[in-house]
């Protein structure tokens, strides 16, 4: 659905999605964890905070500390809405936190917005 919607807005990269942590951290900061993989490309990283096999928040954690990928923007879509993990999520480097409702309806329409940010921001390789 996030895919769909993103997709209605224009934005036409390539997106690649993962089901766990541990292969998304493989593919954003490669297998030796180095981040060097990453040095060229223009990545941007849609989160979710409660992933089977890790916290979102290590993966945020490990992104950001990183000195090849501390500069990609990393959008947090999760249905964690505690304003203190918000406010950690920001302090370790998250640009944009978006709460899904669970509610069918407000969550097609909360990506939908999200679709229509990234139409309307510049990204690179588009």
């Given at each position: 659905m996030i895919e769909?919607?993103?997709?209605?807005?224009?934005v036409?990269?390539?997106?690649?999605?993962f089901t766990n942590g541990n292969s998304a951290l493989d593919y954003i900061l490669g297998t030796d964890r180095s981040g060097a993989i990453s040095?060229?490309?223009?990545?941007?990283?849609?989160?979710?905070?409660?992933?089977?096999d890790m916290s979102g928040v290590d993966i945020l954690e490990k992104v950001k500390s990183n000195p090849?990928?501390?500069?990609?923007?990393?959008?947090i879509l999760t249905t964690t809405d505690d304003e203190r993990e918000i406010q950690r999520c920001y302090?370790?480097?998250?640009?944009?936190?978006?709460?899904?409702?669970?509610?069918?309806?407000?969550?097609?329409?909360?990506?939908?917005?999200?679709?229509?940010?990234?139409?309307?921001m510049q990204i690179p390789g588009q």
């Open positions: 769909k919607n993103v997709r209605r807005a224009g036409n990269n390539e997106i690649v999605p040095r060229e490309r223009y990545l941007l990283i849609l989160l979710d905070l409660n992933l089977p090849h990928t501390k500069r990609l923007p990393v959008v302090d370790l480097g998250a640009n944009v936190y978006i709460t899904k409702p669970v509610d069918y309806e407000n969550f097609a329409h909360a990506i939908r917005q999200l679709g229509l940010f990234f139409a309307v």
